[in-house]
């Protein structure tokens, strides 16, 4: 029970054993034993190896408790394997593959570099130097689109992510985004801390001209910068506005004119107030008309017609 209490605060799994423990100045030291586990070469995937020595001594960085680095010592046996000849060390699945850091330590890492954080704060939050932090954001990758869909779908969103500048020597925060989706499967191709037309005619062009070509359908707000890139980039596709900005554009031209009808009333004037308060008659459906606003509704449309 004890043992479980003290894997449980330090983030160990549960079949680690701690040995000792040893407080320093601003840091914890562990020495832990952990039970073998299956025998599997990396290098043939055989199973048919055999313990070769006892090992070295391996220190790894773990996940820091309360504010406080943790260091974890352990000893790791090396295996040798009958199928390859070859030599592999012990390596439990709670370690990170590459990294001198534990698998928990790597998650959070990763989930401080999603904030708006610096390197050095990152390292400090977590209890390590910078230059582990640095390795690991270079094991971050992504992989490029090679491929456009049939059918794209463009559209900005609100985020927080920066760019690096490295003119002004410092990260840009962007505040717009764009979100490039595969129309057809729906799915998210890419997304881009930019929403400058000129950006995204570069992003495209990297596509070769059959890639772009094969686009046919390419759908949008009414963004003049998305519709230019269209037109620009993808000259064999049809522009789809989407449903949605289609009918705000309308009811918005609609309001326009309500709104400079009005303004040629005098406040005095019946059909001033009429107008006034008929917007939402306006876009209502039919049914709604027929039913809600029977009086108002042949005054308004006259005055309308009429302009
Ligand atoms: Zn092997």
Known sequence: MATKIVNSLAGLPAEVTVKKLVKR???????ISFPESERICPHCSSQD?????SGKNYTVYHSAVH????HLHM??????????RRTFMQHPDWLHPTLHITQLLHINICLSLTKMLSLRTVAEENGVSESIVYSDLDLISFDTVKSLPQTIAIDEFKGDSSTWSSDRQRWIKAKYHTNIID????SVIDILPVIRASDLKKYFRQFPKHERDNVHFYCCDMHNGF???ARDVFPQAVICIDMFHVIKHLNDCVSKIRRQLQRELEPTDPDYKLLKGSMRMLIAKQSSIDAK???KAPVVKKRLINC
């Open 67 to 70: 504010h406080r680095s943790t």
């Open 49 to 53: 190896c055999i313990i070769k020595d």
């Open 227 to 229: 519709v230019s890139v």
């Open 25 to 31: 100045s601003n840091y914890d030291e562990l020495w």
């Open 293 to 295: 606003y029977d009086q």
């Open 183 to 186: 129309g057809d499967s729906r």
């Open 75 to 84: 000893q790791r046996k090396r295996y040798y394997c009958k199928s390859c």
